[in-house]
């Protein structure tokens, strides 16, 4: 949703850019939101296996190394996605995976902290994805309400 809100407050035609739309779809939820879970779960193995010793790594149904393979796979194949649309949505692609990181892995591990978790959550799944909708539309740089809009949501 965060997208296409980032879509829409840019007031670009969506019919004319269904291609643009299709791909960053793909783009903030199958691959990035994707990636940050997998980066997550393989953060967070030692704590699920006794919370929830069912969960892929704990359960031995996925290997720490295969984890990692899909993590890369899914950040290289959204960078393509991303470098597809436009190189400034590959470079906000880019701090999604950083945010990722710093919420999941050490040696910052956000998620430790209320506040910092929280607002690296805020910002990634809400404020990365509207700007990625809106950078992604625009094909460049979208206006100052657009990305205000992306920051206060």
């Not at 701090?95 to 919420?103: E, I, P, T």
């Amino acid at each position: 949703w965060a997208f296409a809100c980032g879509v829409v407050s840019t007031g670009e035609s969506v019919s004319q850019n269904i291609s643009i739309l299709v791909r960053g779809v793909i783009l903030a939820g199958p691959l990035m939101c994707a990636m940050s879970q997998t980066m997550n779960d393989y953060f967070d193995r030692e704590v699920d296996a006794i919370n929830e010793p069912e969960r892929p790594i704990p359960a031995g149904k996925i290997s720490k190394q295969a984890s990692w393979l899909i993590t890369f796979g899914l950040i290289l194949s959204g960078f393509l996605v991303a470098l597809s649309i436009h190189p400034y949505v590959v470079a906000i692609a880019f701090v999604g995976v950083l945010m990722s990181h710093a919420y999941s892995g050490p040696p910052i591990r956000a998620k430790r902290n209320g506040w910092y978790g929280n607002l690296i959550v805020g910002l990634a799944y809400e404020g990365v994805a509207w700007l990625t909708g809106s950078f992604s539309i625009t094909q460049g740089v979208p206006s100052t309400e657009s990305i205000a809009l992306a920051i206060i949501f």
